[in-house]
């Protein structure tokens, strides 16, 4: 309680070095996020495992460390090592390197017109409008403690903004490196990516660290797709298994509007990832996937939640784990079908493979069911490979250790292979066996 | 040269349940054989003990394939060696396609025997030659092997496995079971476009209905898990007739 009681301090002290230094510049809607951030950070603290949403995640190795922000631009990461994260991708991508944007090492041009693409700086000096009109409006301060300071602290991320009707034909990479110099930094990446009407876009947002920093990164996404709008947003964390990392994505979907996510941790000692989607328009589709492979000690927690706010919507979830040694997964999918939500449609399933004795995973689905005419589903499996299968592939040829290992990639693969981007679905593909090979 | 699978008085069980009651059944190269008998006879049993399933313990007897020990040899060092079996029930493989897992288990096989691999075009041209061979389109080659495959399609699948493995001995177990009668004849056909005399089959089927289409040269019928009586194709008609119940397991002894 001590540590948590002063880690809390320690960020309250931080938050008024960071609005004297510049901070207090800002636009008054901005500083009013911050302040409403720092607010209900300052009144909540730091979760524990006492609190039922943080119930098999104890975040005090996270607390104990008394992480900073960074107080110098980060330090020079490679082009070739931007390129190695990318898994070779040509195309337009915004490189941030321990939270500080690095326009030499970005490609924004070559764009459809319409196309905005940028760091969340850019965009304070040129498109405020369209920032106050979005940023923070999605995702709940109130839900999750890092959410409220990723409010406090929103300084710097990226922003993707396309214009009514403008389909982007390739992804848009979004890189945040954290280089070696950030051990004990923390860095809170914030993005807003907007889709307007009709509007198609893939987004792919990556994290990694450069070396093996015990940093904290603690980042936020909101993805708003306006009635119609068509989007793709695919997310790879892996960071250091020294690193710490706090995530929220929160999508906001209007009348048929269809959106695909696609979360993979690979990496992070201690990971915690809140999917939530909120469906805000009749006829709404989304699809919601995740994938962990973890492997040490690695503890990975996705906690999602579809919000089905209106009628003749479907959602459809797949989250799968491949926990070897000591790693621990947990997933809690939270469905809310809203008074009115009549002709919902919803699937869940989560699927843990545990490859050690000592691996462990925690799966809990909620729903919330307050319409009469809806379909909801929900599995869940947990369990070592099937000793079925490993006999029939035993029979074909394969032998026992092949046939595992096969079968371990056919688990990843079963997520990944979802991906309707192809380009986007082979690197995956390929950054998936080089996890599992490790 | 030795048969091609020398089966001698075999016992075996399961959680301390005797099944396998002192088989004794010898296939030679070219054969098609067939393993009839009611239910609980102990058909599925000797067909998943020659592939070598570890949820069954060999207490007795022995098993040679071309003059091997077969019970010695590991699942995969079996199918290497040409041994195939096509499961009653296949098994899904969640998120490996099927032409993933043909090319991977065809390597290893290949591999096996000190062969080049292949790679996945010339893996393709060997399956698109298989396909058509057998006259089926590749509707489900690139979905995960068995997932929400109907029942028809899991033993097609076993059927196409078997194409492109080439194995030289084919123990085909209850391939017929849940099969309409169109499914069935092309299940047949390709059967029997995989006999030849350098192979032998062995066909484990509860219904004679399949023999009209895969002519076995011999049918034994298996009964508390002996082989109660042997003869040629005749006897299946004449079981299909008279049934299982004028075989008793005393007749083995006789």
Same mark, same amino acid.
């Given at each position: ?104 090492? $970005? ?238 449609? $919803? ?79 082979? !690197?995956?593909?390929?950054?998936? !066996? ?5 | ?49 020659l592939a070598g399933q570890p949820a069954y313990t060999v207490t007795q007897g022995s098993v040679r394939y071309e003059g091997q020990d077969l019970l010695d ?182």
């Amino acid at each position: 309680m001590t540590h948590a009681v002063d880690a809390r301090d320690g960020y309250l002290a931080e938050f008024r070095r960071f609005a004297d230094n510049g901070a207090g510049a800002a636009p008054a809607w901005l500083q009013e996020l911050r302040q409403a951030g720092i607010e209900r950070f300052a009144a909540v603290g730091f979760p524990n495992t006492r609190q039922e949403e943080w119930r098999f995640t104890d975040i005090a190795p996270l607390t104990q460390t008394p992480f900073t922000l960074p107080t110098s631009p980060g330090t020079r990461a490679s082009p070739e090592a931007v390129e190695d994260m990318l898994g070779g991708a040509t195309g337009a991508r915004l490189v941030f390197v321990d939270g500080v944007f690095r326009p030499e090492l $970005s490609i924004a041009r070559g764009l459809p017109s319409g196309v905005k693409l940028g760091s969340l700086g850019q965009a304070l000096q040129r498109d405020g409008d369209l920032l106050a009109a979005h940023l923070g409006r999605y995702a709940s301060i109130e839900r999750n403690p890092f959410t409220a300071l990723s409010a406090a602290f929103v300084r710097e991320g990226a922003f993707v903004h396309v214009a009514r009707g403008v389909s982007v034909g390739q992804p848009l990479y979004l890189l945040f490196l954290t280089s070696g110099a950030a051990q004990g930094r923390i860095t809170h990446p914030r993005n807003l990516i907007v889709l307007e009407r009709e509007a198609q876009a893939t987004v792919v947002e990556a994290y990694a660290t450069l070396g093996a920093a015990r940093h904290l990164t603690n980042a936020v996404t909101e993805f708003v797709l306006e009635d119609g709008a068509e989007g793709r947003h695919v997310r790879i964390q892996r960071e250091s298994d020294t690193a710490f990392h706090m995530a929220t994505s929160q999508s906001h979907q209007g009348r048929d509007s269809r959106f695909s996510s696609c979360s993979l941790a690979f990496g992070a000692g201690l990971s915690r990832h809140d999917v939530n989607a909120v469906l805000d328009g009749r006829g709404a589709q989304l699809l919601l996937n995740g994938l962990s492979v973890l492997a040490g000690r690695q503890h990975v927690d996705y906690h999602t939640m579809i919000d089905h706010a209106q009628p003749h919507c479907e959602s459809h979830e797949l989250f799968n784990g491949v926990l070897a040694d000591h790693a621990r997964g947990v997933f809690n999918g939270r469905i809310i079908v809203r008074p009115g939500a009549q002709r919902t449609d $919803s699937k869940q399933t989560n699927n843990n493979v545990l490859l050690s004795e000592a691996a462990r995973a925690d799966s809990q689905p909620q729903l919330e069911i307050y319409a009469d005419d809806v379909k909801c589903t929900h599995g869940a499996t947990i369990g070592p490979l099937d000793p079925n299968a490993l006999f029939y592939l035993e029979t074909r040829g394969v032998g026992a250790d092949a046939a595992r290992q096969l079968m371990t990639y056919g688990f990843a693969a079963d997520v990944v292979s979802r991906i309707d981007v192809p380009e986007v679905r082979e !690197r995956l593909d390929r950054l998936v !066996r080089a996890r599992l090979a490790a | 040269m030795p048969p091609m699978l020398e089966i001698k008085n075999l016992h075996a069980s399961a959680e301390g349940h005797e099944i396998l009651r002192g088989v004794d059944l010898v296939v030679n190269v070219g054969e098609v054989h067939a393993i009839m008998g009611p239910n609980g006879s102990g058909k599925s049993t000797l067909a998943q003990v020659l592939a070598g399933q570890p949820a069954y313990t060999v207490t007795q007897g022995s098993v040679r394939y071309e003059g091997q020990d077969l019970l010695d040899m590991d699942p995969e060092e079996r199918a290497q060696a040409g041994v195939f079996l096509a499961f009653q029930y296949p098994v899904a493989i969640r998120g490996v396609t099927n032409a993933y897992f043909l090319r991977a288990a065809l390597n290893a096989i290949r591999k096996a025997r000190g062969e080049p691999e292949l790679d996945p075009i010339d893996f393709l041209a060997v399956l698109e030659e298989k396909l058509q061979a057998i006259g089926w389109d590749d509707s489900f080659v690139n979905r995960p092997v068995n997932e929400g495959f109907s029942g028809g399609e899991k033993k097609r699948n076993e059927i196409l496995q078997m194409a492109v493995l080439e194995p030289k001995l084919a123990v085909l177990d209850e391939t017929d079971s849940g099969l309409d009668i169109d499914a069935l004849k092309t299940v047949a056909e390709a059967v029997n476009r995989l006999r030849s005399p350098s192979r032998a089959t062995v066909v484990v089927t509860h219904y004679q209905r399949l023999l009209n289409y895969i002519v076995p040269d011999f049918v034994h019928v298996l009964v508390d898990g002996r082989i109660a009586r042997s003869g040629g194709k005749e006897l299946a008609l004449e079981l299909e007739e008279k049934g299982y119940d004028w075989i008793k397991p005393e007749a083995a002894v006789a």
